[in-house]
Nanobody, 118 residues
């Protein structure tokens, strides 16, 4: 089992920045990817950014150039990933969910709210 704990959401003005963090604990040794999805009201959950164990990354077109996902860092049995979000817009308002892929299973965090508002 993998447990994911997110932090860093909040309220920010347009053009502002936030950094989300996600810490994975439990059976983390074989995690192959960690990243973030988001879900806005009335919309489907969408991939925002993914970081892979080989160091590669993947971003949604809507966040390229504004969001940066850190490499997956390893500290003892924990794995951590950060999402730096810059130049935030109203359209970035959503619940952001951290995820981790381990084998064929995807694990989810509880979600953290990001609200962009003036």
């Amino acid at each position: 089992q993998v447990q994911l704990e997110e932090s860093g959401g909040g309220l920010v003005q347009p053009g502002g920045s936030l950094r989300l963090s996600c810490v994975a604990t439990g059976s983390t040794a074989t995690i192959s990817a960690m990243g973030w999805y988001r879900q806005a009201p009335g919309k489907e959950r969408e991939l925002v950014a993914a970081g892979y164990s080989d160091g590669s990354t993947n971003y949604a077109d809507s966040v390229k150039g504004r969001f940066t996902i850190s490499p997956i860092s390893i500290d003892s049995a924990k794995k951590t990933v950060f999402l730096q979000m810059n130049s935030l817009t109203y359209e970035d308002t959503a619940v952001y969910y951290c995820y981790a892929d381990r084998g064929r299973r995807k694990y989810w965090g509880q979600g953290t709210q990001v609200t962009v508002s003036s």
